[in-house]
């Protein structure tokens, strides 16, 4: 699978953004994708996850309420809108895939009660800065 994200940028604090990760095929059986982030000086951190097969999703505690992730299968994409955007938020976001059941466990604690396999694919990164 290759994911592609688009949508970064410079966002106003307490402004909006939508970010989205386009999948190279067909999302439904993909199992999760997930946004996650890495700010300068950070460890990559979690954000949000949906089960591409049944549109359950879970969040990291410090977006719940302001970040969404949702699913387009028409067009293999997902999203995250993010409103309410903090300083704190800014960093660079990626795109992942977990490509379904693995002997690996998900190192990412935040959404393994709905996504608990290793993300395997990845995308490039959208940076998104706040003004």
């Known amino acids: 699978v290759q994911l592609v994200e688009s949508g970064g940028g410079s966002v106003q604090a307490g402004g909006s953004l939508r970010l989205s990760c386009a999948a190279s095929?067909?999302?439904?059986?993909?199992?999760?994708m997930g946004w996650f982030r890495r700010a300068p000086g950070k460890e990559r951190e979690a954000v949000a996850g949906?089960?591409?097969?049944?549109?359950?999703?879970v969040y990291a505690d410090s977006v719940k309420g302001r970040f969404t992730i949702t699913q387009d299968y028409v067009v293999n994409t997902v999203s995250l809108h993010m409103t309410n955007f903090q300083p704190e938020d800014a960093a660079t976001y990626y795109c992942?895939?977990?490509?379904?059941?693995?002997?690996?466990?998900?190192?990412?604690?935040?959404?393994?009660?709905?996504?608990?396999?290793?993300?395997?694919?990845w995308g490039q990164g959208t940076q998104v800065t706040v003004s």
């Open positions: 949906i089960y591409t097969g049944g549109d359950k999703t």
């Open positions: 095929r067909y999302m439904y059986d993909i199992g999760c």
């Open positions: 992942a895939a977990d490509g379904g059941f693995s002997r690996e466990t998900s190192k990412f604690p935040d959404l393994t009660p709905v996504c608990p396999f290793a993300f395997r694919y």
